[in-house]
């Protein structure tokens, strides 16, 4: 059975930083690329970066360019996210999702296959 269990969400002011964790197990997670998603309250599930499998590229949405660092460890099943300079329109369920090599690039939340429960970020301004 596949799960992604996200952690290290939290309260923090403007201009504060967070580093978000996505441990998976049961899947090949080697093989998999892995993206960050999130979603405010009334929004639809935004894309936030994504990560090819092997760590070497990485895509980002552009309301998050140069502020967070999407990160992945093949030997510890995780991918990261590193957020810096937070705004209070960062505020939202973050969540990690796996999709098949095939839809590497995508920024779908439909082309990822498997997903976490998410982990709130409150940003206060």
């Known amino acids: 059975q596949v799960q992604l269990v996200e952690s290290g969400g939290g309260l923090v002011q403007a201009g504060g930083s967070l580093r978000l964790s996505c441990a998976a197990s049961g899947l090949t997670f080697r093989n998999y690329v892995m993206g960050w998603f999130r979603q405010a309250p009334g929004k639809e599930r935004e894309f936030v970066a994504t990560?090819?499998?092997?760590?070497?590229?990485?895509y980002y949405a552009d309301s998050v360019k140069r502020r967070f660092t999407i990160s992945r460890d093949n030997a510890k099943n995780t991918v990261y996210l590193q957020m810096t300079s937070l705004r209070p329109e960062d505020t939202a369920v973050y969540s990690c999702?796996?999709?098949?090599?095939?839809?590497?690039?995508?920024?779908?939340?439909?082309?990822?296959?498997?997903w976490g429960q998410g982990t709130q970020v409150t940003v206060s301004s």
């Open positions: 999702g796996a999709g098949n090599a095939a839809v590497w690039g995508a920024r779908r939340p439909d082309q990822y296959t498997y």
């Open positions: 990560i090819n499998p092997s760590g070497g590229v990485a």
